[in-house]
């Protein structure tokens, strides 16, 4: 059974700009940090940010930080990843999860920090 679900996927040219979504049940939504990771062909799994349960603490990997974007809405439970100024080593299935960790203002960047996964969706950037 898939929990979360993410969309938004698909192919954008260089400098261009993306937005992915994850839907998640209420009742993971509204108690844990969510974030969002990234795989690369023949790479391993790669944090790419993380937002707090409370919405009011983010974080980046260096890699994005200043392109992109995480944002949660309460009314629909579902996470964004506002995507800007893509690059072509953005290239990666991108996958959301649901952590561990029902702390306020955490925002977790371990992989085994997270324990629901999406089943990914494929962003592709052209130069």
């Known amino acids: 059974q898939v929990l979360v679900v993410e969309s938004g996927g698909g192919s954008v040219q260089a400098g261009g700009s993306l937005r992915l979504s994850c839907a998640a049940p209420?009742?993971?939504?509204?108690?844990?940090?969510m974030g969002w990771f990234r795989q690369a062909p023949g790479k391993e799994r790669e944090f790419v940010g993380s937002?707090?349960?409370?919405?009011?603490?983010?974080d980046y990997a260096d890699s994005v930080k200043g392109r992109f974007t995480i944002s949660r809405d309460g009314a629909s439970n579902t996470v964004y990843l506002q995507m800007n100024s893509v690059k072509p080593e953005d290239t990666a299935v991108y996958y959301c999860?649901?952590?561990?960790?029902?702390?306020?203002?955490?925002?977790?960047?371990?992989?085994?920090?997270?324990?629901?996964w999406g089943q990914g969706t494929q962003v592709t950037v052209s130069s």
């Open positions: 999860a649901a952590s561990l960790t029902n702390e306020f203002h955490s925002t977790p960047r371990g992989i085994d920090q997270y324990n629901t």
């Open positions: 209420e009742l993971i939504f509204s108690r844990f940090a």
């Open positions: 937002i707090s349960r409370s919405a009011s603490s983010t």
